[in-house]
């Protein structure tokens, strides 16, 4: 142990497997993309970056899920399970989640992406809706 804590790059693995940082849900039915989707895409954990006053993950943060609608896109209806953010092409997390014209990014309360689409059709996003927080 004392060996792996002075090497930087063990060092880094070590701490994302002990904080979990390293899990993926990319393989299972409960998270979807849709279209064509840039990484980060669903099942893995949002990245954290700026975002107006704030950050994704201050922005993600509390119960709940989180829906950060980038570019033309038109807000959903109010769902109470989802709390809706805007992004500013200005802002970092534009850049860090990779988003070019427009984009949807569900967030699940810890912290892992739900749904991704990179577009402006909102049917993939009511459909992920319905089919997992209707009840």
């Known amino acids: 142990m004392p060996l792996v804590a002075r090497v930087r790059p063990l060092r880094a693995a070590g701490f994302r497997r002990v904080a979990n940082l390293d899990v993926t849900y990319r393989p299972s039915p409960a ?35 989180h829906l950060l609608l980038a570019g033309q896109v038109d807000a959903i209806a109010h769902h109470p399970c989802v ?20 984009a949807q990014v569900l967030v699940r309360p810890d912290g892992y992406i739900a749904y991704r689409s990179d577009g402006t059709d909102l049917a993939g996003l009511r459909a992920y809706l319905d089919r997992w927080l209707s009840g």
């Open 83 to 102: 709390t809706v953010h805007r992004l500013d092409r200005r802002d970092p997390a534009w850049a860090r989640l990779r988003i070019r014209e427009a």
């Open 31 to 65: 998270v979807e993309n849709s279209g064509q989707v840039r990484v980060p895409a669903a099942g893995a954990r949002l990245p954290d970056a700026r975002a107006g006053e704030t950050t994704l993950h201050s922005l993600a943060a509390g119960t709940g899920f």
